[in-house]
């Protein structure tokens, strides 16, 4: 029960038994004598610790069960249960307020209605006569939509029960308030967590030379949410996760996903590729419609290259597994993705590229997040699963020698190595830590 | 020379003190045969003005002659140059393109004067160490930094810092891939016929894992016993590294000064200083300015 409505409770039931009474010189209502016998029987409310009356508290309470609070707030329990509609809570102040805020959302829509009629206008005339020609005209009308927009969100923001509305998760994407509400909430937090991940994972310039999330990608392994930049179990990653993936403009568009790892070592090279995991395109995607359960798509049309558990062998460093949502200007043609990303490599067989494909298909992307994979226990097992290579192997750091001149071994029991010194051997051989029977062991030592 | 000496005489300049130290130094620079006249006529000279005990301590035919003797030369004041303290051997230890291995010292430096760029790390006492093999440049970054020069090491001699800022990084793998070595099953019991390991059940204590030792004693292993100290929740150090105590150490000094502040403010509410305003000290200016108020008063 909402703080509001508990306390507006005593007060609607005080106009329960005289809904509208206004300021009159006749006693007030508690003056006036009502005299209602006390019924007998308890009603099934009288069964309810909630709504119990004063005299069947003791039957309740004999039978082991506590009424509620204080018999005021019963009562006003009893008298609404379901709750007095917050647009009418009685407090004078506050239905002042909400005139003042009624009349400021006709204002607003009044000028909604004029901007509209000035866009209708402009588009109605012909562009010639606009002094930069086609361009400002463009220019003109763009400008305009864009203060329809403003003016739309300004109209609802002052109200209550949107607000409220959207606090509960009721709010409704395809308006645009509920949409910058929506905004507003991941700018304040998920946006910033999520830009610092590109920065410090170096998602740009590593992936992309520049990426600016402007969509909420939130992602689930077995229905739990996961922290971006968290190191996910191999087994938890096994299936592929579902995205949630929350757009704040309006209208629907199809999308492509791309899951890669942007770590897989390169012995011979010495260095780093990218592989893809998942590719699928022609995803259609709206501010409503914002669960990707990536195990679902199976569409030909859809699905480019299926999931690849992510995995690293042992002893190589974290992989980071990049998730990105990339927009599309029209349908693409899955199969062409297919073809070319059967290897999970692309073309030219060396590396991965999201730059490539984004170029290549026209792609923007907008949305990212990321997890990590390690090596651990159950990494072996997920490989030999689904056929990947390398669980037998392990990687450990190339020694680096000195480039120091390694020095001959010093001091008096090296003098005495020789056979010359053979009736010092008993003392100079065999030196706990230092030489043994066989060799001095500082000797090679680098 | 004589002139100046027979003018200086002639003023008849009674401070012996002075008087010696001059001309001792001008006799030093002099010749050897001139010496010995001059110094013939400077105690002539000196005989006139000077009283006889005061021509003793002065004495001083040795010092005129610029001798110094060994129990003068042992204190050492004499033979100790000055203002050369102990080497720091700073600077630049390996030049541009200069090839290094990792942990190498490139620079040590007091502060930063130089950063440490791509591939280094600087140090606790600011040196700047290479952290991969690769050939060392000095450069200066803009994008990242306006004014500061910083050192880095290139995978190629011919890399140029810094790199492109939208450019991937260039990354080295720096491993060696090996196969695992299968883990071999140690057989439960040994060859004695007695367990290789028992596990030690003591109620309200973790169970422990004794294994048998060469001399048939059964113990446990030494970083097994390591690991109790983390059952017990205790906490040996407060800061897990000196870093972390530096800004502990400077944050508490913050609120320290801000605590002072407050109470110096406290204490002035309490009991009005007359050199305060506000709890504030006054200015010089302020403090002048309320004398003459008072003055004017009075």
Same mark, same amino acid.
């Given at each position: 029960?909402?703080?509001?409505?508990?306390?507006?409770?005593?007060?609607?039931?005080?106009?329960?038994?005289?809904?509208?009474?206004?300021?009159?010189?006749?006693?007030?209502?508690?003056?006036?004598?009502?005299?209602?016998?006390?019924?007998?029987?308890?009603?099934?409310?009288?069964?309810?610790?909630?709504?119990?009356?004063?005299?069947?508290?003791?039957?309740?309470?004999?039978?082991?069960?506590?009424?509620?609070?204080?018999?005021?707030?019963?009562?006003?329990?009893?008298?609404?249960?379901?709750?007095?509609?917050?647009?009418?809570?009685?407090?004078?102040?506050?239905?002042?307020?909400?005139?003042?805020?009624?009349?400021?959302?006709?204002?607003?829509?009044?000028?909604?209605?004029?901007?509209?009629?000035?866009?209708?206008?402009?588009?109605?005339?012909?562009?010639? #006569?606009?002094?930069?020609?086609?361009?400002?005209?463009?220019?003109?009308?763009?400008?305009?939509?864009?203060?329809?927009?403003?003016?739309?969100?300004?109209?609802?923001?002052?109200?209550?029960?949107?607000?409220?509305?959207?606090?509960?998760?009721?709010?409704?994407?395809?308006?645009?308030?509920?949409?910058?509400?929506?905004?507003?909430?991941?700018?304040?937090?998920?946006?910033?967590?999520?830009?610092?991940?590109?920065?410090?994972?170096?998602?740009?310039?590593?992936?992309?030379?520049?990426?600016?999330?402007?969509?909420?990608?939130?992602?689930?392994?077995?229905?739990?949410?996961?922290?971006?930049?968290?190191?996910?179990?191999?087994?938890?990653?096994?299936?592929?996760?579902?995205?949630?993936?929350?757009?704040? #403009?309006?209208?629907?568009?199809?999308?492509?996903?791309?899951?890669?790892?942007?770590?897989?070592?390169?012995?011979?090279?010495?260095?780093?590729?990218?592989?893809?995991?998942?590719?699928?395109?022609?995803?259609?995607?709206?501010?409503?419609?914002?669960?990707?359960?990536?195990?679902?798509?199976?569409?030909?049309?859809?699905?480019?290259?299926?999931?690849?558990?992510?995995?690293?062998?042992?002893?190589?460093?974290?992989?980071?597994?990049?998730?990105?949502?990339?927009?599309?200007?029209?349908?693409?043609?899955?199969?062409?993705?297919?073809?070319?990303?059967?290897?999970?490599?692309?073309?030219?067989?060396?590396?991965?590229?999201?730059?490539?494909?984004?170029?290549?298909?026209?792609?923007?992307?907008?949305?990212?997040?990321?997890?990590?994979?390690?090596?651990?226990?159950?990494?072996?097992?997920?490989?030999?699963?689904?056929?990947?290579?390398?669980?037998?192997?392990?990687?450990?750091?190339?020694?680096?020698?000195?480039?120091?001149?390694?020095?001959?071994?010093?001091?008096?029991?090296?003098?005495?190595?020789?056979?010359?010194?053979?009736?010092?051997?008993?003392?100079?051989?065999?030196?706990?830590?230092?030489?043994?029977?066989?060799?001095?062991?500082?000797?090679?030592?680098? | 020379?004589?002139?100046?000496?027979?003018?200086?005489?002639?003023?008849?300049?009674?401070?012996?003190?002075?008087?010696?130290?001059?001309?001792?130094?001008?006799?030093?620079?002099?010749?050897?045969?001139?010496?010995?006249?001059?110094?013939?006529?400077?105690?002539?000279?000196?005989?006139?003005?000077?009283?006889?005990?005061?021509?003793?301590?002065?004495?001083?035919?040795?010092?005129?002659?610029?001798?110094?003797?060994?129990?003068?030369?042992?204190?050492?004041?004499?033979?100790?140059?000055?203002?050369?303290?102990?080497?720091?051997?700073?600077?630049?230890?390996?030049?541009?393109?200069?090839?290094?291995?990792?942990?190498?010292?490139?620079?040590?430096?007091?502060?930063?004067?130089?950063?440490?760029?791509?591939?280094?790390?600087?140090?606790?006492?600011?040196?700047?160490?290479?952290?991969?093999?690769?050939?060392?440049?000095?450069?200066?970054?803009?994008?990242?930094?306006?004014?500061?020069?910083?050192?880095?090491?290139?995978?190629?001699?011919?890399?140029?810092?810094?790199?492109?800022?939208?450019?991937?990084?260039?990354?080295?793998?720096?491993?060696?891939?090996?196969?695992?070595?299968?883990?071999?099953?140690?057989?439960?019991?040994?060859?004695?016929?007695?367990?290789?390991?028992?596990?030690?059940?003591?109620?309200?204590?973790?169970?422990?894992?004794?294994?048998?030792?060469?001399?048939?004693?059964?113990?446990?292993?030494?970083?097994?016993?390591?690991?109790?100290?983390?059952?017990?929740?205790?906490?040996?150090?407060?800061?897990?590294?000196?870093?972390?105590?530096?800004?502990?150490?400077?944050?508490?000094?913050?609120?320290?000064?801000?605590?002072?502040?407050?109470?110096?403010?406290?204490?002035?509410?309490?009991?009005?200083?007359?050199?305060?305003?506000?709890?504030?000290?006054?200015?010089?200016?302020?403090?002048?300015?309320?004398?003459?108020?008072?003055?004017?008063?009075?």
């Amino acid at each position: 029960m909402s703080r509001c409505q508990s306390v507006a409770r005593p007060l609607a039931r005080q106009l329960s038994r005289q809904l509208y009474r206004p300021f009159t010189t006749t006693p007030s209502i508690s003056a006036e004598v009502t005299t209602e016998p006390p019924a007998t029987t308890p009603s099934p409310a009288d069964l309810d610790p909630d709504t119990v009356l004063p005299e069947f508290e003791n039957a309740l309470m004999k039978a082991g069960q506590m009424p509620i609070g204080s018999r005021r707030r019963r009562m006003a329990i009893r008298d609404y249960p379901d709750g007095l509609p917050f647009e009418q809570l009685p407090y004078q102040a506050f239905q002042e307020a909400r005139k003042i805020l009624a009349a400021d959302r006709e204002q607003k829509l009044a000028a909604i209605r004029a901007e509209l009629a000035k866009i209708a206008l402009l588009e109605s005339r012909d562009a010639k #006569d606009f002094k930069g020609g086609q361009a400002m005209k463009d220019t003109r009308i763009a400008s305009l939509k864009r203060y329809v927009e403003v003016l739309k969100i300004q109209a609802d923001i002052n109200d209550p029960v949107v607000k409220k509305r959207f606090e509960d998760g009721l709010g409704d994407m395809n308006k645009p308030i509920y949409r910058y509400y929506a905004e507003r909430r991941w700018r304040s937090y998920q946006h910033k967590l999520i830009t610092q991940r590109i920065e410090q994972f170096n998602i740009v310039p590593d992936i992309l030379p520049k990426f600016e999330p402007t969509a909420d990608v939130q992602l689930y392994f077995w229905q739990q949410k996961t922290q971006p930049g968290a190191i996910i179990d191999s087994l938890v990653s096994e299936p592929p996760p579902r995205l949630n993936v929350q757009v704040f #403009d309006k209208g629907e568009r199809l999308v492509t996903i791309v899951v890669l790892d942007a770590d897989v070592p390169n012995v011979e090279a010495d260095g780093y590729t990218k592989k893809c995991h998942f590719v699928a395109a022609n995803i259609p995607l709206s501010p409503t419609q914002s669960s990707i359960p990536l195990g679902k798509i199976k569409d030909e049309n859809q699905l480019a290259v299926p999931w690849l558990p992510p995995t690293s062998q042992k002893g190589s460093p974290y992989h980071r597994i990049a998730i990105f949502v990339l927009e599309q200007d029209g349908p693409l043609d899955a199969k062409a993705l297919k073809e070319q990303y059967a290897n999970r490599l692309g073309k030219d067989k060396t590396s991965f590229s999201l730059k490539s494909i984004r170029d290549k298909y026209n792609l923007k992307p907008f949305g990212f997040s990321i997890f990590r994979s390690v090596w651990d226990d159950n990494t072996a097992a997920v490989m030999g699963r689904h056929g990947i290579e390398g669980a037998d192997i392990e990687f450990r750091p190339t020694r680096v020698h000195s480039m120091k001149q390694p020095v001959k071994p010093r001091g008096w029991e090296a003098k005495r190595q020789g056979p010359k010194y053979r009736h010092l051997w008993k003392y100079t051989k065999r030196i706990k830590g230092v030489s043994n029977g066989r060799k001095w062991l500082k000797a090679g030592k680098r | 020379m004589e002139a100046s000496c027979t003018s200086i005489f002639t003023r008849q300049v009674q401070s012996t003190t002075l008087c010696r130290s001059t001309l001792a130094m001008r006799f030093l620079t002099m010749q050897r045969p001139l010496v010995a006249a001059a110094g013939s006529f400077f105690q002539s000279a000196t005989s006139r003005t000077v009283p006889i005990a005061a021509q003793a301590a002065l004495g001083n035919a040795a010092l005129v002659q610029g001798v110094r003797y060994a129990s003068v030369k042992s204190q050492g004041a004499y033979k100790k140059k000055s203002k050369r303290g102990i080497p720091k051997k700073l600077g630049a230890k390996r030049t541009g393109d200069q090839y290094v291995i990792p942990g190498n010292i490139i620079y040590k430096q007091r502060g930063t004067l130089w950063w440490p760029g791509e591939n280094c790390i600087m140090g606790r006492d600011f040196s700047i160490h290479a952290m991969a093999t690769g050939y060392v440049k000095y450069y200066r970054d803009p994008q990242r930094h306006p004014d500061r020069k910083y050192i880095g090491v290139t995978f190629n001699k011919d890399d140029v810092l810094p790199y492109p800022q939208h450019a991937e990084r260039r990354r080295r793998l720096g491993l060696t891939a090996y196969p695992i070595k299968p883990t071999v099953e140690e057989p439960e019991i040994s060859p004695s016929g007695i367990p290789y390991q028992v596990n030690r059940v003591v109620k309200g204590e973790p169970d422990r894992l004794l294994r048998l030792r060469k001399d048939y004693s059964y113990r446990e292993d030494n970083w097994r016993i390591g690991q109790l100290v983390k059952t017990t929740g205790l906490r040996t150090k407060r800061f897990r590294t000196r870093k972390q105590y530096f800004r502990y150490r400077a944050w508490r000094r913050e609120r320290e000064k801000i605590g002072q502040a407050k109470s110096a403010v406290k204490r002035a509410a309490m009991g009005e200083d007359p050199n305060t305003v506000k709890g504030r000290p006054l200015s010089k200016k302020q403090q002048k300015a309320a004398k003459k108020k008072q003055k004017a008063k009075k």
